[in-house]
């Protein structure tokens, strides 16, 4: 069973940066195909950035595009969400999620099968 915590998240105003890490633990703990989701209240979860082949191909929303990078590290187990010029649009409960079934977009979230309990971000103006 894989095991996802992410943490990082907090209250920032708009024009800031957070960081958030997302540890993996369990079977193949972080498996090939990662992603960064968030959640509005009211509002469907969205794909925000994944992460492939150990690294070499990444994804993201055009919304986040040029603002949030993400990255991994192997050797820790984690995979991190680098968030710059944040807006108060951006603030939702984020989460990780790993275990990507073969097809399907990757901002789709039936395409993972495990996710973390996530964390909230929140970006005043």
């Known amino acids: 069973q894989v095991q996802l915590v992410e943490s990082g998240g907090g209250s920032v105003q708009a024009g800031g940066s957070l960081t958030l890490s997302c540890a993996g633990s369990g079977y193949t703990a972080l498996r090939n195909c990662m992603g960064w989701f968030r959640q509005a209240p009211g509002k469907e979860r969205e794909g925000v950035a994944a992460i492939f082949n150990g690294g070499s191909s990444t994804e993201y929303t055009d919304s986040v595009k040029g603002r949030f990078t993400i990255s991994r590290d192997n050797a820790k187990n984690t995979v991190y969400l680098q968030m710059n010029s944040l807006k108060p649009a951006d603030t939702a409960n984020y989460y990780c999620?790993?275990?990507?079934?073969?097809?399907?977009?990757?901002?789709?979230?039936?395409?993972?099968?495990?996710w973390g309990q996530g964390t909230q971000v929140t970006v005043s103006s």
């Open positions: 999620a790993t275990g990507c079934t073969y097809g399907g977009s990757w901002y789709r979230p039936s395409k993972y099968r495990y």
